[in-house]
């Protein structure tokens, strides 16, 4: 049974009351960024491109649908929702509506952009600043913006299911040139009607192009930090030995550019100052050079926990009369906000052996060049907060 429009139009008002209130316990999302690469030229080609005006259940058909512009800054990090790539131009022809033939008419200058993180190589995407005129029996604009997402792999933009953000902005009009033309009505096109967007634009790159794709990032806020290590231990996992645990091992430092979006890989904090003390064997542990912490992809499902790395590690273990070494390269791990802890991965973190172990008892120890070393313990960040979106 088809529901009566007004009641319908209640109903549509009270779920959007409804989702209104619960989004305002979700969760803020991150504001991530992201860096668009390819182009200069972007030739988005349609297929079945349709408009549907979801309330009239009436649909407009365009054979030809394409949209061309320029892709914005390719290889400059920006934050999700700034544009990829400007839309200017849209190629329409063969448009049919149940009124019969219609021409859709672009206003403006459109923006294509990654609004989230990826899945793979799909990634949120919208097409904003949109406004069409459409002009046959009955005549109106739809305005607002058309969400999706874009495949970097197929290079396909598909809209979503549904209503995709664009309405009847404009009160209909007839365009028969006779009085009481009631075409509008005829076919019940209404103000604010919502209009759901079908089939499909393939990015097929003009000559000289290369196609639209892009790689996430990610962006850090704070001042200093100071991290304190707790039960900070180093083993040698072929040597099946306990290198040395250091009471004392802290790292500190300061955000690098805070705010400004970055790609993955890329500092989010440089830690110039380190130190051990106490460490068991009695043994040294001297740091040297200047670290980092990394973040090297999206955060979990909570948006809180960060794949992280630490980089450019150099350590030299002694332990005198008994053998001596240094330990350089990375510690994977995780960083979570809320504990504000850098945590290390289980087994082999990134660091080796990577000088030749001189000491009476390296050979009975087993140590040896090479070899891969596992990190336990945790630091936790007791400076200001440090925070990754």
């Not at 792999?153 to 009631?182: E, H, K, M």
């Amino acid at each position: 049974m088809k529901i009566p429009r007004r009641i319908g139009t209640l109903l549509a008002g009270t779920v959007a009351a409804l989702t209104a209130t619960l989004s305002l316990t979700a969760p803020a999302a991150h504001a991530t960024g992201y860096t668009p690469t390819g182009g200069p030229g972007i030739n988005l080609v349609g297929t079945g491109i349709t408009f549907t005006d979801i309330e009239a259940a009436q649909t407009i058909s365009c054979p030809t649908n394409n949209l061309s512009g320029t892709v914005i800054n390719p290889g400059v990090t920006r934050t999700y929702g700034s544009p990829a790539a400007s839309l200017t131009t849209m190629t329409s022809s063969g448009c049919m509506s149940g009124m019969g033939p219609g021409t859709l008419t672009q206003v403006g200058t459109w923006n294509l952009a990654f609004t989230g993180a990826p899945t793979g190589a799909v990634w949120p995407a919208r097409i904003s600043n949109v406004t069409i005129n459409f002009t046959s029996g009955c005549s109106f604009p739809m305005g607002g913006y058309i969400d999706g997402t874009f495949n970097q792999s197929t290079q396909r933009f598909t809209p979503a299911a549904g209503a995709s953000g664009l309405t009847i902005t404009g009160t209909p009009i007839s365009n028969l040139g006779v009085p009481n033309g009631g075409l509008c009505a005829t076919f019940d096109f209404q103000l604010g009607d919502t209009i759901g967007v079908g089939g499909y634009w393939t990015n097929t790159p003009p000559a000289g192009s290369t196609p639209l794709t892009a790689t996430a990032g990610f962006g850090a806020t704070g001042t200093t930090v100071a991290f304190v290590g707790t039960n900070v231990s180093l083993h040698d996992i072929p040597a099946n030995q306990l290198i040395t645990t250091c009471p004392t091992f802290t790292m500190s430092g300061s955000v690098v550019n805070p705010g400004t979006p970055r790609a993955y890989g890329s500092p989010a904090v440089s830690l110039p100052t380190n130190a051990t003390s106490g460490c068991s064997g009695p043994a040294t542990l001297t740091p040297s050079g200047s670290w980092n912490l990394v973040v090297t992809a999206a955060p979990d499902a909570t948006g809180l926990v960060w794949p992280t790395r630490l980089t450019n590690v150099t350590l030299a273990y002694a332990r005198t009369g008994w053998c001596s070494f240094t330990i350089t390269g990375s510690v994977n791990g995780s960083f979570n906000e809320t504990t504000q802890r850098f945590t290390p991965g289980s087994g082999a973190s990134g660091l080796t052996i990577s000088s030749t172990p001189t000491g009476a008892m390296c050979a009975s120890l087993g140590f040896s060049s090479g070899q891969t070393i596992s990190v336990g313990g945790y630091w936790t960040n007791t400076g200001p907060a440090l925070g990754l979106a």
